[in-house]
């Protein structure tokens, strides 16, 4: 493995990968009346080169940063000497394959979320991880925001003391989704979509989950898009450990963001309770004396997590998790989530599934027992 630093990441589907080129690539715009320095998001990554089936998409991509290689052909990208990690923004139901050909060329890879949507793919994924020493991390963006790291940090200081229950939700209406990802609607599940941030945030704090319990139902939304899962989600967890946890979403609604912002994080600890907001950069938490405090990072932080914009695109958590892939593979240690914990937060999202489509509640472990295909032995 190199130890060059910068890392190059090779990034495949610039519809959503053209942030994380921005990101990293395109120094941070400085605070109002400051001069320009540059200075970037991840020191240790810069991206090298783009994949993309869409001529015009790698157009617009090249007009602002000519200095990659562009390509329509990814095995052409995988074959550089340059590119040590490979960014994968494709659709779902294409990631196993591309990083399946990421690890077969050497590679280390970072996965947007889902890392996968099939009990096929996952098994896929698994079997590869026991023959490669390349590493993944999951592209968990909700983790490398300001305000859920901020409430992570207090949460391992122990200023919450034991965690005794989390309730996350994700609500965002999608209509603009269904017309930028028309896929969306017929060959994937909400579940493993929107559900995948609140799920795995849980995850994150419960550890191991034994069971869940869930229902859904299609909004009027969906409905008029002819979108085949549930788009409506109501999810109850029981940890290995006993503890609880409830996830909520919403892909339908008419938003009220003064009321509810689009991804919340609740957490009650013995010693107090938190709240991490997004789209809003707000962290809430009780004081020891019981009084409450809150954090507003968003107009100090901005330009950083969204060049500016007030609520632009997601510029600064794509940064973070590539800049922190890119230090724990120069230090030879893992990152979180890696491909392990990607596919114990797969396990769960399944039996969100089979939980809705059953109306009972389902067990995640056989699940997990599943993609190790310890069920034939």
């Known amino acids: 493995m190199t130890t060059r630093t910068p890392l190059g990441i090779g990034i495949i589907g610039l519809q959503e990968g053209r942030t994380l080129l921005k990101a990293i690539n395109q120094p941070i715009p400085p ?3 400051q001069p320009e320095t540059l200075t970037y998001r991840a020191p240790h990554a810069r991206a090298v080169a783009a994949c993309d089936l869409n001529a015009e998409r790698v157009s617009e991509a090249y007009a602002e940063d000519p200095s990659l290689f562009y390509t329509s052909d990814y095995s052409a990208m995988l074959r550089r000497d340059d590119v040590d990690i490979v960014a994968i923004y494709t659709p779902d139901a294409l990631h196993a394959d591309h990083i399946l050909q990421a690890f077969e060329a050497g590679k280390h890879v970072i996965c947007t979320k889902p890392l996968v949507n099939t009990l096929a793919d996952a098994q896929r994924l ?3 991880s026991r023959q490669t020493d390349r590493k993944l ?30 309730d996350a939700h994700y609500i965002h209406r999608m209509d603009w989704y ?9 060959a ?10 609140p799920i795995d945030v849980l995850c994150w704090y419960l550890g191991p989950i034994a069971e869940v319990s869930a229902f859904g139902s299609r909004s009027a939304l969906a409905q008029s898009f002819h979108v085949r899962s549930h788009d409506i989600c109501a999810v109850n967890l029981r940890a290995v450990d006993g503890r609880l946890g409830r996830a909520l979403g919403h892909y339908g609604l008419h938003e009220l963001p003064s009321a509810r912002n689009a991804l919340e994080l609740m957490l009650y600890g013995a010693d107090g309770t938190s709240l991490a907001q997004y789209h809003d950069m707000r962290y809430l938490y009780t004081r020891p004396d019981g009084t409450e405090a809150r954090e507003d990072m968003l107009y100090a932080r901005r330009g950083y997590y969204f ?20 230090c724990a593979i120069l230090e030879g240690r893992e990152a979180s989530p890696n491909l392990a914990e990607g596919l114990a937060v ?4 399944e039996a969100v599934r089979r939980s809705i489509a059953s ?5 995640v472990p056989p699940i997990l027992a599943e993609i190790r295909g310890e069920q034939a032995q």
Do not use: C
């Open 178 to 186: 269904y017309r930028k990802s028309p896929w969306a609607a017929d």
């Open 188 to 197: 994937t599940d909400w579940v493993f979509l929107g559900m995948s941030h």
């Open 346 to 349: 797969f396990a769960v999202m």
């Open 126 to 128: 698994w079997a590869a």
């Open 137 to 166: 991390l999951v592209g968990q963006s909700v983790r490398f925001f300001e305000s859920f790291r901020r409430q992570r940090a207090a949460y391992e200081a122990g200023e919450l003391g034991a965690l005794e229950l989390a």
């Open 307 to 326: 060049n500016n914009d007030t609520h632009g695109m997601h510029y600064g958590e794509f940064a973070n998790y590539a800049e922190a892939f890119a």
């Open 359 to 363: 109306g009972q509640p389902i067990a």
């Open 31 to 33: 605070p109002v009346g």
